[in-house]
């Protein structure tokens, strides 16, 4: 079924361990996303990468980083884990870059991770 | 600072329409979205709006005032499965989507 994996579903992690989320997408779609959601707050940009090879920061960036050697792949890692990174994170994609289609650059989400840091 | 602001909570009747409303202050606007998002779930597309006015889809009808930085998302002849959240966001002037909290919204038979 083509969209977006996440894995894994779920993880509980110790403080100060290294952690990466993978996200997965066979839309071939450009641009891609990590956020975070939050009890009580909206949705929060981590990283975006708007096509292969380019990453770049979204509102919540520190102690995250992304890679995009490709077209499908948009590992987000936690190089020391702490507990305020206790969230669920959602992977997403949209088929263009934002502003440069004149299309809607609808975000599709994949299932989400949901992590918790002791 | 760049702020969206939805009602954290609303019930509403099986069969009824309700309306959730939506208010924005961002730097620059290129577009509304509105998202559903079930419990333990993720946001699914439901509407979009750049220009003013209603976009109407289905059950589910999306109206937009730039002038007055307001959004509202109908949605009639409610059935139980529309128990969700309903998010709305913005596309700033970096394109990046701004989101609100969500609103929590709770049909009772």
């Known amino acids: 079924i083509a969209g977006i994996t996440q894995a894994p579903t779920s993880q509980i992690l110790a403080a100060g361990r290294r952690m990466t989320l993978r996200c997965t997408q066979d839309?071939?779609?450009?641009?891609m996303y990590w956020y975070r959601q939050d009890l009580g707050l909206g949705l929060r940009l981590i990283h975006y990468?708007?096509?292969?090879?380019?990453?770049g920061k979204g509102e919540v960036p520190d102690g995250y980083s992304v890679s995009r050697a490709n077209t499908d792949d948009f590992p987000l890692t936690l190089a020391s884990a702490v507990p305020s990174q206790t969230s669920v994170y959602f992977c997403?994609?949209?088929?263009?870059?934002?502003?440069?289609?004149?299309?809607?650059?609808?975000?599709?989400f994949g299932p989400g991770t949901r992590l918790t840091v002791l | 600072g760049q702020n969206i602001d939805q009602p954290t909570e609303m019930t509403a009747t099986e069969g009824a329409i309700v309306q959730i409303n939506c208010t924005y202050q961002?730097?620059?606007?290129?577009?509304l979205f509105w998202y559903q998002q079930h419990a333990g779930e993720a946001p699914t597309f439901l509407s979009y709006?750049?220009l003013d006015g209603l976009e109407e889809k289905g059950r589910f009808s999306s109206f937009l005032s730039r002038s007055k930085g307001y959004s509202y998302l109908l949605l009639k002849e409610l059935q139980m499965k529309d128990s969700a959240s309903y998010l709305c966001?913005?596309?700033?002037?970096?394109?990046?989507?701004?989101w609100g909290a969500g609103t929590k919204l709770i049909i009772k038979p």
């Open positions: 997403a994609s949209s088929d263009s870059t934002p502003g440069t289609s004149g299309g809607t650059d609808t975000q599709y």
């Open positions: 839309m071939r779609h450009n641009a």
């Open positions: 990468s708007n096509t292969a090879g380019t990453t």
């Open positions: 961002t730097s620059g606007f290129n577009g």
């Open positions: 709006n750049v």
């Open positions: 966001a913005v596309r700033d002037s970096n394109y990046q989507l701004i």
